[in-house]
């Protein structure tokens, strides 16, 4: 599970910076048409081209490490892809990135680890994890809703909002999952 998560991590970056570095790539591109003289000055474009190379082997990372770890180690660590490409929009685009911006990255890599540690396998541990997973559903659920009322009281961008939201459910999903499997084994109703 630990090359899973590995895996799962480059996952994430390679999509992410692909994606940014693709949105880099078109502002000195023509708006995508399905012409091939356009098509070709896509595909001629090496900051484009790397990010499209960078997105689909990603996409390859990604299949790799759900072969290799469990979905719910694998999910919330793609969700810090969100992250990600604020963090890479930085660096690459130069996009400007405020406190409160940096706050949401660190949240959604904070939640992903807080997760990733309830994901233990250990018998003796069940009733705590279910514990620690219940907290960290009510944070969570809690932090989700307060972006958005920050959102709503002008004081926080719809961006951020968006990504603290976007970065919480993902995390959420793989709980979700987790729980399911756990269930599953433990009523033995399932091939897990």
């Given at each position: 599970a630990t090359y899973g998560a590995g895996v799962a991590l480059l996952a994430a970056l390679a999509n992410s910076l692909g994606k940014v570095m693709q949105k880099r790539g078109t502002q000195d591109l023509p708006l995508l048409v399905g012409k091939w003289n356009v098509i070709i000055k896509y595909l001629c474009n090496p900051t484009w081209t790397t990010g499209f190379l960078l997105d689909v082997s990603g996409g390859i990372?990604?299949?790799?490490?759900?072969?290799?770890?469990?979905?719910?180690?694998?999910q919330p660590i793609l969700g810090c892809g969100l992250a990600f490409v604020a963090m890479f929009s930085h660096v690459v685009t130069g996009e400007m990135l405020r406190e409160r911006d940096w706050m949401a990255c660190l949240v959604c890599v904070v939640g992903t680890i807080l997760i990733g540690l309830t994901a233990s396998e250990s018998k003796g541990q069940e009733q705590v994890l279910y514990s620690v997973g219940f907290f960290?559903?009510?944070?969570?659920?809690?932090?989700?809703?307060?972006a958005q009322h920050l959102y709503k009281q002008q004081q926080l961008h719809v961006e951020t909002s968006t990504a603290i939201s976007a970065g919480i459910f993902f995390g959420l999903s793989g709980c979700a999952t987790r729980g399911g499997m756990m269930v599953g084994e433990a009523t033995g109703s399932g091939a897990l």
């Open positions: 990372a990604t299949i790799l490490a759900v072969s290799l770890a469990p979905i719910s180690i694998v960290l559903i009510v944070f969570f659920c809690a932090v989700a809703i307060a």
